[in-house]
C-alpha cells in the first residue's frame, strides 16, 4: 500500500479493555473536534449514500477505534471496494486510487492490515495487535458496503483502453462514423487496470485521438510481415484482437490454427498484455462443476490444448460461453449463481479437433485464422524472447494499440466481422470440416449434389458412406439418424420421397440426391411432397451388424466425428 493513503486524523484513544468506547469528542485538539456538530438528528439520518465522506462519527458520541480508523479511510476518499458482482454478492476487494498510474490499483489484505496496525500504534498502542487490525479493516469495509459512493464505477460496458497517461474510449456519432475520444485519467471511470502502452498526446486534437499507420520499422510491423503477410487474413486477425477490447459481443471465438513456431505464442503474449484480466482455459474441463467460476469478471480466455474430440456438452458449454449466456457458475464450498461471461476466447492450436455433432450453429461459432508460416529451427529471426521486445516496450505496444484502433473503428462502423471471409480462411474451414466431419469427407469424394429428378435409397447412401468411413478412413461411421442430420444441415432444401412396400419387397425411402458410384433407384421422376418429420430417417443398425463393424473398426464401437 501506498504512503499517505489517507490522512488521519490525532485521536487520543483510550483501550477498550480498559475504559470502553472511545468518545470522539475526548479527542484533544483533533480534526474531527473542529468539524461542524450534526445536532437532533441520530448518526446517520441525514446521510447521502452517494457521498463517499457523509455520515461521518459525530462529536461526543461513542466511538470505537474500528469506526475511527473507517471514518478516517473515508475521510481520505481514496479508497473504493468492488462493488455489485454477478451473483448478486459484493466484492469486497478493496482498491486504492493509484494518481501515478492512473488507475484503481487492488490492495492486498495484508498490505491494508499493515497500514491498520500503523494507524493504531498511534491512536490506540493498548490495542495495537493484529486481531485489531483486522477488525478496523473489516469495519472499514462494512462501511463502504452501505454506501453505493464508495463501490467502483462500472466500465465494463464501454469500450476504453487505458493507457499510461490517459484513457481512449470507442465511440460512435450520429452518422454511425466511429471516432476515438481521449479522456484523461480519471477515478470516475472506475478502470483498474492499465495496458503497457504509453498514450501520445500528440496525437490528440480537439479531444480526439487519431491512431498512427504501421510502423514498417517497428518490431510489431516485422512480426505482421513474418507470420501474417495475408493481408485479407490480418485484416480479420486485427479486427479479431480489436473485438477482445470491444463491449460488442461478435458470438465469435477465434481459433488460431497451425504447427508449431509459426508465432502463435507471441500474439497470445501480446493479448495477455492487452488484457491483464486474463485466464487460461481447459477446454476438457468446461463442464465441471466449478468450470466457470474462475472466469467471471476476466475479459480474455486463453486456450493452447484441446480434447481430439469435443463432446455434446463440452460443445454446449462453449457455444454459451461465446454467445455471452448467462450460466451457473459455483465456487467450492459456496452456493451456485448466475454469471454473465464478459470475455473472448482465442484457441492456439497445433491441429484441431473433432467434434461429436456438428452442428451448423457450433461452427458458426468458430472463427478460424490460419498460421501458415513456419520458422526453421536454424533460422537466424528465432528469439524465444522476441515477445518480452514486445509487451515490455511501451513503445512497441503502443504502435500495437493504434493498429487494433484501427480494427476496432471498422468494427464499430460494420458492427459485425466482414461477411465474406478471406479465401485462406475459408479454405481452412473447409479442410478442417472433411478433416473432423467423416460426413463432410464423405460428400466431397463422392460429389454428392442435389439433382431434381434423380432419386437415391438412403439406406443405399448410408451402406456406402459407412463402407468409405471404415475401408478409406479407417475412422468409425456416426449412426444413420446423425448422418440424415448432417445432411440437412449442409442441404437444407432436401427432398425425400417412400416407396411403399409390396408384397415381394420393402419400403423403401429416397431422397434428391446424386452420388458418384451409386446408381439412382429413379431418373427424372417428379418429386413426392412429403414433410421430412414425417418420414423415418432408415432402421436401426442390427446387434449383428454393429459388431461386424466392431471386428473390421478393431475396436469398441462408437459413434464419432
Known amino acids: 500500500m501506498r504512503t499517505g493513503a489517507f490522512t488521519t486524523r490525532d485521536y487520543k484513544m483510550k483501550s477498550k479493555s480498559k475504559t470502553g468506547p472511545v468518545k470522539g469528542g475526548e479527542a484533544n485538539g483533533d480534526a474531527v473536534d473542529q468539524a461542524p456538530k450534526k445536532k437532533g438528528k441520530a448518526f446517520g439520518a441525514e446521510a447521502n449514500p452517494n457521498d463517499a465522506t457523509d455520515d461521518l462519527g459525530v462529536i461526543g458520541e461513542d466511538l470505537s477505534f474500528e469506526l475511527a480508523y473507517a471514518d478516517d479511510m473515508r475521510r481520505g476518499n481514496q479508497f473504493r471496494i468492488g462493488g ?94 466511429a471516432y476515438i475520444e481521449y479522456l484523461p485519467a480519471d477515478p470516475k471511470h472506475g478502470i483498474t487496470s492499465l495496458v503497457p502502452a504509453k498514450l501520445n498526446l500528440d496525437q490528440v486534437k480537439s479531444g480526439r485521438y487519431t491512431p498512427k499507420p504501421l510502423d514498417p520499422k517497428s518490431r510489431w510491423a516485422k512480426y505482421l510481415d513474418r507470420f501474417m503477410p495475408d493481408m485479407a487474413v490480418r485484416g480479420l486477425l486485427q479486427e479479431a484482437m480489436a473485438s477482445s477490447v470491444m463491449p460488442m459481443c461478435l458470438e465469435k471465438a477465434f481459433l488460431l490454427l497451425g504447427s508449431g513456431s ?76 448466475t454469471t454473465v461471461p464478459r470475455g473472448t476466447l482465442f484457441l492456439a492450436l497445433n491441429a484441431m479437433f473433432s467434434v461429436t455433432s456438428h452442428e451448423h450453429g457450433f461452427w458458426r461459432k468458430i472463427c478460424m485464422i490460419p498460421f501458415n508460416v513456419r520458422l526453421a529451427e536454424n533460422d537466424k529471426d528465432r528469439d524465444p524472447d522476441f515477445h518480452k521486445k514486445l509487451t515490455e516496450d511501451p513503445a512497441e505496444m503502443a504502435v500495437i494499440i493504434d493498429w487494433l484502433l484501427e480494427g476496432a473503428m471498422r468494427l464499430i462502423e460494420r458492427g459485425s466481422l466482414p461477411e465474406e471471409m478471406p479465401e485462406a480462411v475459408k479454405a481452412l474451414a473447409e479442410q478442417t470440416r472433411h478433416e473432423t466431419d467423416t460426413t463432410a469427407s464423405y460428400f466431397a469424394e463422392r460429389m454428392v449434389i442435389e439433382e431434381e429428378g434423380t432419386w437415391t435409397d438412403k439406406n443405399d447412401i448410408y451402406a456406402d458412406y459407412r463402407n468409405y468411413v471404415l475401408d478409406e478412413l479407417g475412422r468409425k461411421p456416426v449412426g444413420a439418424e446423425e448422418l440424415w442430420k448432417r445432411v440437412r444441415e449442409r442441404m437444407p432444401g432436401l427432398q425425400q420421397k417412400q416407396k411403399k412396400a409390396t408384397k415381394g419387397s420393402k419400403a423403401e425411402r429416397w431422397v434428391n440426391l446424386r452420388v458418384g458410384g451409386l446408381k439412382p433407384r429413379l431418373e427424372g421422376g417428379a418429386p413426392q411432397s412429403i414433410p421430412d418429420e414425417e418420414v423415418p430417417l432408415g432402421d436401426p443398425l442390427s446387434k449383428e451388424a454393429m459388431e461386424a463393424i466392431d471386428l473390421l473398426s478393431g475396436a469398441p464401437m462408437a459413434e464419432a466425428a
Not at 487490525?133 to 469495509?141: L, Y
Not at 452501505?146 to 476504453?160: C, D, F, T, V, Y
Not at 491483464?276 to 480474455?300: E, W, Y
Open 262 to 337: 509459426n508465432g502463435k505464442s507471441t500474439l497470445l503474449h501480446v493479448l495477455r498484455a492487452i488484457h491483464p484480466k486474463n485466464t487460461a482455459v481447459r477446454i476438457d474441463k468446461l463442464d465441471g462443476q466449478f468450470a466457470m467460476a474462475p472466469l467471471a469478471s476476466k475479459t480474455l480466455y486463453l486456450a493452447t490444448e484441446a480434447p481430439k474430440v469435443l463432446s455434446d456438452p463440452i460443445q454446449q458449454v462453449l457455444k454459451a460461453l461465446i454467445s455471452r449466456d448467462p450460466m451457473s457458475a459455483e465456487n467450492k464450498g459456496k452456493d451456485a449463481y
Open 84 to 177: 455489485k458482482m454477478d451473483n448478486g454478492e459484493i466484492d469486497v476487494s478493496l482498491y486504492q486510487w493509484d494518481e501515478s498510474e492512473g488507475i484503481w490499483a487492488l490492495q492486498a489484505t495484508r498490505e491494508v492490515e499493515a497500514h491498520a496496525l500503523d494507524w493504531m500504534r498511534k491512536h490506540a498502542p493498548e490495542d495495537a495487535k493484529q486481531s485489531s487490525a483486522t477488525s478496523c479493516v473489516k469495519t472499514a469495509m462494512l462501511e463502504m458496503i452501505r454506501l453505493p459512493g464508495m463501490k467502483l464505477p462500472e466500465s465494463q460496458h464501454r469500450a476504453i483502453v487505458p493507457l499510461k497517461g490517459g484513457y481512449l474510449e470507442i465511440l460512435k456519432d450520429a452518422n454511425k462514423k
